[in-house]
């Protein structure tokens, strides 16, 4: 059977026929032989090996009962970088890159030095990628799963990236106070089970997902506690759920100027808390 070939039967086999089954597909195959989109195109009348099908076949069936892609392959593609993801870190999704490049606009000198800090880091790429972007930064990732850091660990060693990594919870591991803090936490509500895709209730680990006081937990202990850690004029940027933007905003209201942007689905996705000079009481 040839690469056109088994693409075909792939295709035909799956219960969903959408352009993301078709993407995974394509990905799976590129994978076989290390290829890139170009390179599949141009084999497509290859013929695989007998082993080659059979590992073929055997990642269809684990992605036809909801496994995501990214676990079955390994890594995953963030902000032009291979991130190594496992059933221990949550998929980086590509609204989180508009984060990155929002940091980024922001601190558009690249010789600049910045102290910063990524809450939650999960596989370490927006950290990670920040500091391949801006080499003078010092960049610290901290999360409470040890095994989560291990991931970020070999992403940075595999990047050649160089940052700090702490284990332990929110903010309590930081030391001193940061130009920049960002954080990706869990904003799920426990209501919104029932809007989630199959794959990431199944596979992805849900203390990265699910956050209680509907959602807000995480966001309130940042407004608590975040002027302690951040400089005069310092920033926090988070990600956030599509329906939180405004209740999240209430939360910062006396901890700085907060700006909220959308992203590319116009959805509100992140926002951007500018720290008060004198420390206010939430």
């Known amino acids: 059977m040839n690469f056109l070939e088994a693409q075909k039967w792939a295709f035909s086999f799956m219960d969903k026929k959408d352009e993301e089954t078709k993407n995974a597909i394509k990905l799976l195959l590129m994978d076989i032989r290390g290829w890139n989109e170009l390179q599949l195109l141009q084999n497509l009348r290859s013929n695989l090996t007998d082993s080659e099908f059979e590992q073929f076949k055997k990642r269809i069936h684990m992605y036809q009962v909801d496994w995501p892609v990214q ?29 990155v490049e929002w940091i980024l606009a922001d601190n558009p000198v690249v010789e600049s030095m910045r102290e910063i800090a990524d809450i939650g880091t999960g596989t370490g790429a927006i950290g990670i990628s920040l500091q391949l972007e801006r080499p003078n930064w010092d960049v610290t990732l901290s999360d409470i799963s040890k095994k989560a850091i291990a991931v970020a660990e070999k992403n940075a060693s595999s990047l050649g990236a160089s940052v700090n990594f702490e284990t332990g919870d929110l903010l309590s591991v930081l030391r001193g106070k940061y130009d920049l803090i960002v954080s990706n936490p869990p904003y799920i509500a426990i209501s919104e089970v029932d809007l989630m895709d199959k794959s990431v209730l199944k596979h992805e680990p849900e203390n990265a997902l699910f956050a209680q006081e509907n959602g807000l937990f995480f966001y309130r202990k940042f407004a608590e506690e975040i002027s302690d850690y951040l400089k005069p004029g310092g920033k926090l940027y988070l990600e956030i759920g599509f329906k939180q933007g405004k209740k999240i905003e209430k939360l910062f209201e006396n ?28």
Request: charged share 35%; glycine share 8%.
């Open 71 to 99: 676990y079955i392959l390994g890594y995953t593609r963030f902000f032009g970088h291979t991130f190594q993801v496992t059933k221990d870190t949550l998929i980086p999704r590509p609204e989180t890159e508009e984060l």
């Open 255 to 282: 901890v700085g100027k907060v700006e909220i942007r959308q992203d590319f689905y116009g959805n509100d996705r992140m926002i951007r808390v500018t720290i008060n000079k004198e420390k206010k009481k939430c």
